[in-house]
């Protein structure tokens, strides 16, 4: 695998008792890149992220990253290793406040998270941090407010801050903009690129502006299987795609 | 620690130190086994979000191992109790590592039905003695000085012990290891792809709820100078669900009151025989349509501080 593939799949296929929800999937995607997976309601690209977290087991196929093959590693393992997946849903930790949400993230990375003796204030040392990552996502007047006051935009904005505290090596976002009102999708947009200055983006997106303005690379899916992969003017041209999108009636 | 939960602590700590002068102590020492059965109960349900169904096995066991140790062994009290919370803790790591792969319902149920097994287990070995249970327990001498048998000097004992083991469950909760036990709490699948191994904590959670528990037995038991079948019985797994969610679930203070109530309960509701069952349960339901919260929980809640 050449030095510049940060993940790979080979085969990639996954059956839910004689239904294929993702069939054949070979994908490579390059270190540093935005690359986005889109498609068809159903196409099987949320099933993609869960084989690629080891959230799902794949019923065959196989999964390199960096070089590594981590087809069999658990989920939470192949996070530390640095691929680190958000949720279609958002995923906070809803009582839990803004600060304590990102906090869990740093605190991963900080270790000692078994030591049950210890007095919690050792974890203020990571306030600073916390503090930086939750102003760069714009929630700094909110850091005491429960994660499940937040209206949906924010939650996803601090989503996005908890994952970035594990300053992952790869993001994996699944729609991070759906259900947002625009200057909400701007916001993300603007994060999504600066986080993705260091590192890999690999997302689900339906809103087709975010991903011609993100990303690099596109991999169109549909009924699992692979229907085009190239840059947003190549794709976009295909009159395949075109039909696929139009057929679903999706945009 | 809060303010609130401060004033609480001395209230709880005053509550138990001058209670006696007007309340029978064995009854208050029975009061404070309990509480920290269900604070321990609570530690594993409310802040880890396992409900287990089979937590008497961990009271009984540990009765047991410290009855035997003492009556049999001769082994002093600290010793007696210390061995009989390491039986409870071993038997946590054997069930937990049965049970903490499985979710929800069947978490329960495999905890149910494993402290069924303990149950038979107790009701046909030889060292229990079954249905009479291991009687006339010695109390012993304390540290090799302290007489026990002195009715005071056990229930400063017990009352160190339960103080002791209330505040370390407070650390616990409030530790970096409590703070990941919440996140698992709230949203396991997003605490998987932070990269923590979910399966590890919930164990560690279960080995200390059994534990505490075992502390809970082992002392019980040197009061009672008695190990019974009742401790480890499924109703015993059920009666400190109840004590903890009339409480309130998932505070610090809530089981503590919990168990307080029912043991009163059963204690000034003792003349009326079979009906103690059914008054308890009509008062359950009670609480728990017009309180869900539990007691403190709503105390809390309207006071706006956490308890
Ligand atoms: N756990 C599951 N069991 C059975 N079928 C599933 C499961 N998860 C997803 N599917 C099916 O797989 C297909 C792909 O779903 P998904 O990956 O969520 O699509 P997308 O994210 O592209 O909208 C859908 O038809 C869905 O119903
Ligand atoms: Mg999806």
Redesign the pocket.
């Known amino acids: 695998m050449p030095d510049d593939v940060i993940l790979e799949t080979k085969g990639l296929t996954k059956e839910?008792?004689g239904?294929v929800?993702?069939q054949n999937v070979s994908l490579s995607v390059r270190r540093g890149s935005i690359h986005a997976l889109i498609?068809?309601?159903?196409?099987?690209?949320?099933?993609?992220?869960?084989l690629l977290s080891h959230f799902?087991e794949p019923t065959r196929g196989q999964i390199l990253y960096n070089g590594r093959e981590i087809t069999g590693l658990s989920p939470a393992g192949i996070a530390r290793m640095g691929l680190v997946r958000s949720f279609?849903i958002s995923a906070v930790f809803p009582h839990l406040t803004v600060l304590d949400n990102v906090r869990i993230a740093l605190q991963r990375k900080r270790g000692g998270s078994f030591d049950f003796w210890r007095a919690g204030g050792v974890l203020d040392e990571l306030n600073a941090k916390a503090r930086e990552l939750i102003e760069s996502v714009g929630l700094a007047e909110l850091e005491s407010a429960a994660a499940v006051e937040l209206p949906y935009g924010r939650k996803r904005a601090l989503e996005i801050a908890t994952t970035l505290a594990l300053d992952p090596e790869m993001m994996l976002l699944?729609e991070p903009t759906a259900g947002m009102a625009q200057q909400d999708v701007e916001r993300i947009s603007a994060l999504i690129k600066k986080a993705a200055v260091s590192r890999t983006v690999l997302m689900?997106e339906h809103n087709l502006s975010v991903v011609e303005h993100l990303s690099d690379r596109i991999t169109v899916?549909q009924r699992?299987e692979i229907l085009a992969e190239g840059d947003y003017k190549t794709v976009s041209a295909n009159p395949e795609v075109i039909q696929a999108y139009l057929g679903a009636g999706h945009g | 620690m809060p303010r609130s939960q401060k004033i609480a602590l001395g209230v709880m700590a005053a509550f138990f130190l001058l209670a006696p002068l007007v309340v029978y102590p064995v009854f208050l020492m029975k009061a404070m086994c309990f509480a920290l059965f269900a604070c321990a109960f609570n530690l594993l349900i409310g802040f880890g979000g396992l409900l287990s169904f089979g937590h008497a096995m961990f009271l009984g066991t540990a009765g047991y191992g410290a009855a035997h140790a003492a009556k049999v062994w001769g082994f002093p009290p600290e010793f007696a109790i210390l061995f009989g919370t390491a039986a409870a803790a071993l038997l946590g790591l054997v069930t937990g590592l049965l049970a903490i792969r499985r979710q929800g319902i069947y978490f329960a149920m495999i905890t149910l039905a494993l402290a069924q097994m303990m149950y038979f287990f107790y009701l046909q070995a030889a060292f229990t003695h079954g249905e009479d249970g291991i009687q006339a327990v010695p109390r012993g001498m304390l540290f090799g000085f302290i007489d026990l048998a002195n009715v005071w000097a056990m229930y400063s004992t017990v009352f160190a012990i339960f103080m002791a083991g209330f505040l370390l469950i407070y650390r616990v909760i409030h530790s970096p290891f409590g703070q990941v036990l919440k996140a698992i709490r709230e949203n396991e699948q997003r605490a998987i792809s932070l990269g923590y191994d979910v399966d590890r904590y919930k164990l560690l959670a279960y080995l200390l709820s059994a534990t505490l528990a075992g502390v809970a037995g082992a002392t019980k038991t040197l009061v009672f100078q008695l190990a019974s079948l009742t401790d480890a019985h499924w109703s015993m797994s059920g009666e400190v669900v109840l004590m903890t969610l009339l409480g309130g679930l998932g505070t610090v203070f809530g089981p503590v009151a919990g168990a307080l109530i029912i043991i009163s309960l059963e204690n000034y509701l003792a003349q009326l025989g079979a009906w103690v069952t059914i008054v308890q349960g009509v008062i359950f339901v009670i609480c728990v349509l017009t309180f869900r919260r539990g007691v403190i929980g709503e105390i809390g809640n309207w006071l706006r501080k956490p308890l």
């Open positions: 839910f008792k239904f929800a993702v498609g068809p309601n159903g196409a099987g690209k949320t099933t993609c992220f869960n799902l279609q699944d689900v899916l699992g």
